[in-house]
């Protein structure tokens, strides 16, 4: 039986284990950034063999501070593996850091800034990331007003600039397009959730400037509900297939979308590079391993979730916002002819 006597490890003990100074091992396990790899891997590594865990609330009494980043996961519908991904990018991040992770819910989708709330109120973290923004998203101003560190997965409309990190759907839509021209397609359909986030403007408007540029017919599908689950999806490209004037060039936002599509359109005997071709935003590796000869154009989720951590440990540790707004560019995946 385990001996209930023993008094847990603490910084001094940390610091006879490894024979470095008390205040190393205190900077260490408080900002491990701020020092060379060697050391900062001897105390950590200490510190994991003991099993040291540091008294937050005397951390919070002393500094004011918690240690603790929080991710307010927003409900993300018809996508793949987003939060799993987003989560260990994070968490890679913070494994060198004084900083751990805390994942809430969105409380209320009908009221989101609720969450926000909650963490304000109570001061349970030290600053917040955001995902699924919208362009006057009252997370932001709440936040903005408050003074309280947080950064953006996604961009917004304020004129107030705030921390964000972006997947850049711009160049996602003009290297779609010009791909797909390329090939010889005139007739351009977007598939994109208009979702209400900043995200959806932002394709959309790219998306009719590059069609226009190069003479092409372009659409948005705006079909309410054609995207709420795989069975609308499909039952879409099925009424896709049976138009008189069909799309030849589609580009998709979403692979789970995508994957009913283009069931629906296999349905009616329509074939991928054939009687049309399809670029899609891919997150995870289903649509290559389904459809090797597919294009698509990558977005690494994981190192999103690195990039986000590190925005808002720096906004945090009192960087200027201006400096904290950067995107992520897409990677071209082609695979077809």
């Known amino acids: 039986m385990a001996d209930q006597s023993r008094k847990p490890p603490t910084l001094k003990t940390i610091a006879e284990l490894t024979g470095l100074s008390l205040s190393t091992v205190s900077l260490s396990l408080r900002d491990g950034t701020r020092l060379r790899k060697e050391p900062r891997h001897k105390i950590a590594a200490a510190a994991q063999a003991l099993g040291y865990v540091p008294n937050r ?52 989708p009908e009221t989101p800034e609720a969450s926000v709330r909650y963490v304000l109120q109570n001061r349970t973290a030290d600053g917040l990331i955001l995902t699924h923004t919208t362009a006057r998203d009252p997370r932001v101003q709440i936040l903005t007003d408050a003074g309280f560190p947080f950064v953006c997965h996604g961009r917004t409309e304020f004129y107030t600039p705030h921390a964000y990190h972006d997947f850049h759907v711009e160049q996602f839509v003009e290297l779609a397009v010009q ?108 649509l290559p391993l389904l459809y090797p000869r597919i294009d698509t154009l990558e977005e690494d989720l994981v190192a999103t979730g690195r990039e986000l951590a590190r925005l808002l440990i720096a906004r945090v540790t009192g960087a200027p916002v201006e400096t904290l707004q950067t995107l992520h560019a897409p990677r071209p995946r082609w695979r077809s002819g």
Not at 65 to 78: D, Y
Not at 79 to 93: K, L, N, P, S
């Open 57 to 108: 609330a005397s951390v919070r009494l002393r500094t004011g501070q918690t240690n603790v980043l929080t991710l307010i996961q927003s409900p993300a519908k018809n996508t793949i593996d987003y939060t799993r991904q987003m989560i260990e990018g994070i968490g890679a991040h913070l494994n060198d850091t004084r900083f751990h992770l805390n994942v809430i819910p969105e409380l209320d």
């Open 179 to 286: 791909r797909l021209h390329d090939k010889g397609r005139r007739r351009f359909l977007l598939v994109a959730e208009d979702d209400g986030t900043t995200n959806f403007a932002k394709i959309s408007g790219a998306f009719h400037r590059a069609v226009a540029h190069r003479g092409g017919v372009g659409q948005v599908a705006t079909d309410t509900g054609i995207l709420v689950s795989p069975d609308t999806a499909r039952a879409f490209g099925q009424r896709l297939a049976a138009r008189s004037e069909r799309f030849d060039a589609i580009i998709s936002n979403n692979e789970l979308a995508t994957l009913a599509l283009m069931g629906g359109m296999a349905d009616e005997g329509l074939r991928l590079g054939h009687d049309y071709e399809l670029i899609c935003r891919q997150t995870t590796d289903i």
